[in-house]
């Protein structure tokens, strides 16, 4: 089969009952085992690259990938407002300001499982009972929460460079601090030149990326519906997830982690951690990959999904 022959949906929509819109596309035959891609944070659905989906319809799969709620053309909940400060706070883990009896508790707009309802709404959009589930940083934290919370909807579980909740485990290099925290600034051209910079930091030294690719990809981004605010309730999401190791070793299905060894965003302490705690699991830790999704390595992630799908037979 050459990559001519799959089939590609147009961008649709699904609505949930939740009200939300979400944004997606599919890769392949609907009849064929589904496989539903789930992005990390800030991410739209074509971080999952149109090749990487090709490859991994063409062995017989039918993918899907989305855009999260305040990424792409999905929903954004815009009436959320947060600010720069509210997500450093919660950041480092500081409690509520307190002014006299008042406590000025900030409290996330959403949870990772609330995302992971987007999931699982997507599906039964889609009239999928189950599908192979595969899932990138915060994309992981959501697969790992739909397998935990909806265990019947998950065949296989691929969690890549992302890590269970646990604090002590996958923390950033405290040399991002400052750039994760800063504003990206107000324009198109802050936002392009701010993703470049991101890619080189966190990018994979073994497998370098390449500045014209990272260029077009942080146009089309920018352009499908880019969201300052809603990145800010994502990160919210992410720093007030629960530990979700305890659950996690109850799951009993096939599962593969994936961390490069050099992610110097989620550390691979995070990787090591959630295949410890899920029976079974098996790790794959990949020699100079950072925290991104190389070409050089799409063969090694379509591998990864295809051994722990066949792992369910």
């Known amino acids: 089969m050459t990559a001519s022959t799959v089939a ?30 789930v992005m990390g944070l800030s991410g739209p659905m074509g971080w999952w690259d149109d090749a990487l989906c090709t490859l991994l319809a063409e062995r017989g799969f039918f993918v899907i990938r989305y855009d999260n709620r305040d990424t792409g053309r999905s929903t954004k909940l815009r009436q959320h407002q947060l600010g720069r400060t509210d997500v450093v706070r919660a950041f480092l883990g500081l409690p509520p300001l307190r002014l006299g009896p008042i406590d000025l508790a900030v409290k ?10 987007d999931a699982t709404g997507l599906l039964d959009a889609l009239q999928i009972d189950a599908a192979h589930v595969v899932g990138v940083s915060m994309g992981g934290m959501i697969a790992q929460t739909v397998a935990i919370e909806s265990p019947e909807r998950v065949l296989s579980l691929t969690s890549i460079m992302s890590t269970t909740g646990r604090r002590t485990v996958g923390w950033q290099d405290p040399r991002l601090i400052p750039y994760l925290l800063r504003r990206s600034g107000p324009t198109r051209d802050a936002y392009i030149a701010s993703s470049i910079a991101s890619s080189a930091l966190i990018g994979s030294p073994g497998y370098p990326p390449d500045a014209e690719a990272a260029r ?10 880019y969201s300052a605010s809603g990145v800010l309730r994502q990160m919210m999401a992410i720093l007030t997830q629960p530990d979700r ?11 593969t982690v994936v961390h490069g060894t050099a992610d110097r965003l989620v550390h691979p302490s995070g990787g090591r951690a959630t295949a410890d705690a899920i029976p079974g699991a098996e790790l794959r830790t990949i020699e100079g990959m950072g925290h991104d999704l190389p070409p050089a390595l799409w063969d090694t992630f379509v591998a990864a999904i295809t051994d ?3 792992r369910t037979s």
């Open 8 to 37: 590609i949906s147009d961008e649709l929509f699904a609505s949930l009952p939740s009200g939300l819109d979400l944004c997606y596309q599919t890769f392949g035959d609907a009849g064929d085992p589904a496989i539903l891609l």
């Open 108 to 117: 996330a707009p959403y949870s990772i499982s609330d995302l992971a309802t």
């Open 216 to 225: 077009l990809r942080a146009e089309v981004t920018y352009d499908r519906g």
């Open 245 to 255: 190791t305890a659950a996690l070793g109850r799951l009993e299905l096939p599962v």
């Open 308 to 310: 722990t799908i066949a």
